[in-house]
């Protein structure tokens, strides 16, 4: 199985702060890789697919990038809705895998 | 839009079978394009992905719940569904469903907490 490690785990920020999760495969994945934000009892929400492109109706804010083995979810200025926890999940290979997590809390 | 929502008991017996039901409302369940995702999310908040299924009833299961799992699709009621057998407390998480386009899930359900106890 592919294992991904997100870092890090949780990180306090205030509205208007660019934040940066950082997501890594432990073994080369190209571009497979998607970021989901999950909130408590909502329906979680696909942010990014293919590493880099933005889904239908999320903001611009919101970008990714990187190939290969280290990706990054970028929020350039967090918004109040934004706290929240955030999942990158690799679809190179069966089983599909996803990292850990990170809680975006407000500092 | 495409909603989805789960049902299916809440408290499931150890060594019984977990069985949850996906309806999925504002598109077809037939479609070429899509498969039909369960997600399970631990207390421990770890994501795992179970499997998914096409309208056609192929199947991709992760290999650690495959001689526990089955899926089905039922496209006369717009569902899918989801068997887990033989539970036990590592099995109790929220159980989400989803479609997927290329592998990436679009829409989810808003989950259902399914609890293995005595």
């Known amino acids: 199985d592919i294992q991904m490690t997100q870092s890090p785990s949780s990180l306090s920020a205030s509205v208007g702060d660019r934040v940066t999760i950082n997501c890594r495969a432990s073994q080369s994945i190209s571009d497979y890789l998607n970021w989901y934000q999950l909130k408590p009892g909502k329906a979680p929400n696909l942010l990014i697919f293919g590493a880099s492109s933005l889904q239908g109706g999320v903001p611009s804010r919101f970008s990714g990038s990187g190939s290969g083995t280290d990706f990054t979810l970028t929020i350039s200025s967090l918004q109040p809705e934004d706290f929240a926890t955030y999942f990158c999940q690799q679809t190179y290979s069966i089983p599909l895998t996803f990292g850990q997590g990170t809680k975006v809390e407000i500092k | 839009q495409v909603q989805l929502q789960e049902s299916g008991p809440g408290l499931v017996k150890p060594s019984q079978t977990l069985s949850l039901t996906c309806t999925v409302s504002?598109?077809?369940?037939?479609?070429?394009?899509?498969?039909w995702s369960w997600i399970r999310q631990f207390p421990g908040k770890g994501l795992e992905w179970i499997g998914h299924i096409s309208s056609s009833g192929s199947t991709y299961y992760n290999p650690s719940l495959k001689s526990r799992l089955m899926m089905s699709v039922d496209t006369s009621k717009n569902q899918f569904s989801l068997k887990l057998s033989s539970v036990t407390a590592a099995d109790t998480a929220v159980y989400y469903c989803a479609r997927t386009l290329n592998k990436h899930a679009d829409f989810w359900g808003q989950g259902t907490l399914v609890t293995v106890s005595s």
């Open positions: 504002g598109g077809s369940i037939n479609s070429d394009d899509h498969y």
